[in-house]
């Protein structure tokens, strides 16, 4: 018996010494893969510590160098050199150096950064067949991204920035599934993207900037995860790309962009960074990008943005830059944008009412938009519909402000109480006598958009025709009020479910638009609880020349019956 057990206490220390020198033999043969590693790469400072006695996986991390092992397998490898480290001597072997690094085949996590490397990336680096982030930025790296890449299956962040990559973007890019990180900026890339990038739908970060890219950006709708879009200095354009509403950045500055901007661009709630400057960006600029719940940088710079900006224009609370610069805007500079020291706003190169920052002549923002042609060129006539339709705002205005003193008049009346000649008269000299009151006759549009109690309206903005559109269902004829000599009437609802009216005034090319601009300031203006209040405007463009097809007045909407009802009492 005691034999017995001596024998198995031997064959049990046998077994055990295996174990520990099979574990020492693989871990030795790990080391001496990182010692070549260092020889390779020339013995960089970063990796100065590493010698034949060091415990690689015992080892402690550093910004420069980190080894991490699970099981006495190396897993994760990071050497990142010092900035601007030139090449690597002439007698390197980028092939060599791969050969030598995919022998640490348990690798998750590859990263060697600014090291110097040089030449046509290998695609034997795919042998790492469970490599999750593959980064090799700041080297000089050439020739085409290999198509050995498309088999890295588990591949979740490619990193390949500031090299000398060339070539197209590949098609295979779309197979790799669970890609979250796509990131090739500062390279030579050229081309148009694959539409296959739209099945990367765990793409989070895509960040393409500083290459020689051109043509439209695919449709990246279907990424529903995407909250980092950066395509700075290409040739991208001139449509807006399609995207989701999750972006949190959105970078499309130096591009080729030109057309204007679609109604998407205002629901991008989460969007903290936006820039669109340098490129030429035409039509209205949407304001309520400034007051997008969480953007902090606005960068609108160098563009044809018209418009007029109002001062009663809200911002977020968290916008700390505005660059509105050398664009063709008129108007005053927002409030919120000059009374809180924490925003820092830059608005040279416009037409706008303001003494300070260098600002042109209204006549140079409209002879500049003339010249894009995103106004109408005037010639000298006879008075003629224009004319028509801008009395037709003025009408708005007064009759507005007239129905709102008769409604008032009314309900003191009913409640017992008298209203002072002078309350009138002072009502009657701000109302502007000036204007027509033929829009009286359409009162009973205007009586339906009547509201009781305190205002608690949304800042005055310009609404695009795709949101107009989408609350009208297509102007359908059901939402159809009513139609007057100088314009269609429809009720609409928006996206955050309150109802509105539409006042739609059709122009011809040969109408201009700045008279109008001055009118719809002056109703973006008229706030009283007893008068209807103007929610915003919008356009729509002459496909072929960018004139202005037709102006949209937005309005208040109460369904709360006719005029005659509010007068008399009864429903």
Same mark, same amino acid.
């Given at each position: 018996?005691?034999?017995?057990?001596?024998?198995?206490?031997?064959?049990?220390?046998?077994?055990?010494?295996?174990?520990?020198?099979?574990?020492?033999?693989?871990?030795?043969?790990?080391?001496?893969?990182?010692?070549?590693?260092?020889?390779?790469?020339?013995?960089?400072?970063?990796?100065?510590?590493?010698?034949?006695?060091?415990?690689?996986?015992?080892?402690?991390?550093?910004?420069?160098?980190?080894?991490?092992?699970?099981?006495?397998?190396?897993?994760?490898?990071?050497?990142?050199?010092?900035?601007?480290?030139?090449?690597?001597?002439?007698?390197?072997?980028?092939?060599?150096?791969?050969?030598?690094?995919?022998?640490?085949?348990?690798?998750?996590?590859?990263?060697?950064?600014?090291?110097?490397?040089?030449?046509?990336?290998?695609?034997?680096?795919?042998?790492?067949?469970?490599?999750?982030?593959?980064?090799?930025?700041?080297?000089?790296?050439?020739?085409?991204? !290999?198509?050995? @890449? /498309?088999? +890295?299956?588990? =591949?979740?962040? $490619?990193? #390949?920035?500031?090299?000398?990559?060339? %070539? *197209? &973007?590949?098609?295979?890019?779309?197979?790799?599934?669970?890609?979250?990180?796509?990131?090739?900026?500062?390279?030579?890339?050229?081309?148009?993207? !694959?539409?296959? @990038? /739209?099945? +990367?739908?765990? =793409?989070?970060? $895509?960040? #393409?900037?500083?290459?020689?890219?051109? %043509? *439209? &950006?695919?449709?990246?709708?279907?990424?529903?995860?995407?909250?980092?879009?950066?395509?700075?200095?290409?040739?991208?354009?001139?449509?807006?790309?399609?995207?989701?509403?999750?972006?949190?950045?959105?970078?499309?500055?130096?591009?080729?962009?030109?057309?204007?901007?679609?109604? *998407?661009?205002?629901?991008?709630?989460?969007?903290?960074?936006?820039?669109?400057?340098?490129?030429?960006?035409?039509?209205?600029?949407?304001?309520?990008?400034?007051?997008?719940?969480?953007?902090?940088?606005?960068?609108?710079?160098?563009?044809?943005?018209?418009?007029?900006?109002?001062?009663?224009?809200?911002?977020?609370?968290?916008?700390?830059?505005?660059?509105?610069?050398?664009?063709?805007?008129?108007?005053?500079?927002?409030?919120?944008?000059?009374?809180?020291?924490?925003?820092?706003?830059?608005?040279?190169?416009?037409?706008?009412?303001?003494?300070?920052?260098?600002?042109?002549?209204?006549?140079?923002?409209?002879?500049?938009?003339?010249?894009?042609?995103?106004?109408?060129?005037?010639?000298?006539?006879?008075?003629?519909?224009?004319?028509?339709?801008?009395?037709?705002?003025?009408?708005?205005?007064?009759?507005?402000?007239?129905?709102?003193?008769?409604?008032?008049?009314?309900?003191?009346?009913?409640?017992?109480?008298?209203?002072?000649?002078?309350?009138?008269?002072?009502?009657?000299?701000?109302?502007?006598?000036?204007?027509?009151?033929?829009?009286?006759?359409?009162?009973?549009?205007?009586?339906?958009?009547?509201?009781?109690?305190?205002?608690?309206?949304?800042?005055?903005?310009?609404?695009?025709?795709?949101?107009?559109?989408?609350?009208?269902?297509?102007?359908?004829?059901?939402?159809?009020?009513?139609?007057?000599?100088?314009?269609?009437?429809?009720?609409?609802?928006?996206?955050?479910?309150?109802?509105?009216?539409?006042?739609?005034?059709?122009?011809?090319?040969?109408?201009?638009?700045?008279?109008?601009?001055?009118?719809?300031?002056?109703?973006?203006?008229?706030?009283?609880?007893?008068?209807?209040?103007?929610?915003?405007?919008?356009?729509?463009?002459?496909?072929?020349?960018?004139?202005?097809?037709?102006?949209?007045?937005?309005?208040?909407?109460?369904?709360?019956?006719?005029?005659?009802?509010?007068?008399?009492?009864?429903?």
């Amino acid at each position: 018996m005691a034999k017995a057990f001596r024998y198995s206490a031997i064959l049990l220390c046998v077994v055990l010494v295996l174990l520990i020198s099979g574990s020492e033999q693989l871990q030795s043969s790990q080391g001496e893969t990182l010692l070549r590693i260092q020889r390779l790469l020339n013995y960089p400072s970063s990796l100065s510590s590493w010698n034949s006695s060091i415990d690689f996986c015992n080892s402690e991390p550093n910004a420069s160098v980190t080894v991490a092992c699970y099981e006495k397998s190396i897993t994760q490898l990071h050497i990142v050199g010092s900035k601007g480290t030139p090449l690597l001597p002439r007698n390197f072997s980028i092939d060599s150096f791969v050969t030598t690094v995919v022998g640490l085949a348990s690798l998750k996590v590859l990263t060697l950064v600014s090291l110097g490397l040089w030449g046509p990336l290998p695609g034997k680096i795919a042998r790492l067949s469970s490599l999750e982030i593959l980064n090799m930025s700041s080297n000089f790296l050439y020739d085409a991204i !290999p198509q050995e @890449l /498309s088999s +890295l299956s588990g =591949l979740q962040s $490619l990193g #390949l920035d500031d090299n000398m990559l060339a %070539g *197209e &973007v590949p098609n295979w890019i779309g197979s790799l599934q669970v890609l979250s990180v796509l990131s090739l900026r500062k390279n030579m890339l050229n081309g148009s993207l !694959p539409d296959s @990038l /739209s099945n +990367l739908e765990n =793409l989070r970060v $895509l960040s #393409l900037a500083h290459n020689h890219f051109k %043509g *439209e &950006v695919p449709d990246l709708r279907s990424l529903t995860n995407l909250q980092v879009l950066d395509l700075e200095d290409n040739g991208f354009g001139p449509q807006f790309p399609q995207l989701g509403n999750k972006l949190v950045s959105l970078v499309l500055s130096r591009n080729k962009f030109r057309d204007g901007l679609p109604a *998407e661009a205002t629901s991008y709630y989460q969007l903290q960074r936006l820039d669109l400057s340098n490129n030429t960006f035409v039509g209205p600029f949407p304001q309520s990008l400034l007051s997008l719940p969480s953007v902090t940088y606005l960068n609108i710079a160098d563009n044809k943005f018209t418009g007029m900006l109002f001062e009663n224009q809200s911002c977020s609370a968290d916008l700390e830059f505005v660059d509105l610069s050398s664009n063709l805007m008129t108007g005053h500079v927002p409030n919120c944008l000059l009374q809180d020291s924490k925003k820092k706003a830059l608005y040279a190169g416009n037409c706008l009412a303001t003494g300070d920052q260098d600002q042109h002549p209204i006549s140079i923002c409209r002879n500049e938009a003339l010249a894009v042609g995103i106004l109408p060129q005037q010639k000298k006539r006879k008075p003629s519909k224009a004319i028509i339709a801008i009395s037709v705002i003025g009408g708005i205005v007064g009759g507005i402000a007239l129905v709102g003193l008769i409604f008032l008049a009314v309900r003191k009346v009913k409640s017992g109480k008298t209203i002072q000649k002078s309350t009138i008269r002072l009502i009657a000299e701000n109302a502007s006598t000036g204007y027509p009151t033929k829009l009286l006759s359409d009162a009973r549009y205007i009586s339906q958009t009547m509201k009781l109690g305190a205002l608690g309206l949304p800042a005055y903005r310009t609404f695009s025709l795709e949101e107009l559109e989408e609350a009208t269902n297509n102007f359908d004829t059901s939402a159809f009020m009513g139609e007057g000599s100088q314009g269609q009437i429809y009720r609409g609802r928006l996206k955050d479910g309150s109802f509105v009216v539409i006042r739609c005034l059709k122009m011809k090319r040969s109408h201009g638009t700045h008279n109008f601009m001055h009118h719809i300031e002056l109703i973006s203006k008229l706030r009283h609880r007893h008068l209807v209040s103007a929610l915003g405007h919008g356009f729509e463009y002459y496909l072929d020349d960018s004139s202005v097809s037709r102006i949209f007045l937005v309005f208040e909407y109460v369904p709360n019956g006719t005029l005659r009802s509010w007068i008399s009492g009864n429903p």
